[in-house]
């Protein structure tokens, strides 16, 4: 049905509605997608600032993870604000963990339990963030002596694009979830999140 499509777009709403009925405007469609609260959720913001970056090429699982934090500080679950993303580079599966606050402790606690079940990875990066620049991050050494910690450039999220997208998807799946859902403890979702984003 046309409502299916909606949230795809613009076109595929256009193409869906022809179908099924007569003297649909483009103007209509549009109207109904600017006051449709989850087509402005999923429409994406595309910004070229004329930036190339060379891509990061992987080609095994956990060669590459590339670690960041996804912010739930003005939705928090009980105690948990902050969602630590691992994502392989190569397969793109995402590792999910709650985090109580937005520290190197937090951070490596959640590590140790991602890598106790799955392995180190060759290649550990980060951004810059104090909560990945710390001893407790480095000390994962200690467990992994083949693990090698990198941190994108300062102020260069490209760096990170891989895991920054995923971020979005992981927010955009836990808002439609918390709506259909209709409740906040965004927390019992992650397990399932891995199954609607691969």
Sequence with gaps: MVMDVGHQGRLPMIQEAKKYYANISRTIIELYLNYSEEYQLKRKKFRNNGLIVKPIRSNNFNERVQIDLVDFRTLPDGDYCWILN?????????????????????????????????????????????????????????????????????????????????????????????????????????????????
């Design 86 to 198: 691992a994502q392989d580079h190569f397969l793109k599966v995402c590792w999910l963990r709650t985090l109580k606050a937005k520290s190197a402790k937090e951070v490596a606690r959640a590590l140790i339990d991602i890598f106790g079940h799955f392995g180190a990875p060759r290649i550990l990066q980060s951004d810059n963030g104090k909560e990945f620049r710390n001893a407790l991050i480095e000390a994962l050494k200690l467990l992994w002596p083949d693990l090698a910690i990198v941190h994108g450039r300062a102020r260069r999220p490209q760096t990170q694009g891989s895991v920054e997208r995923s971020n979005g998807d992981i927010q955009n799946i836990l808002g439609s979830w918390m709506r259909i859902n209709k409740s906040t403890n965004w927390s019992m979702a992650l397990p399932d999140i891995f199954s609607l984003m691969y």
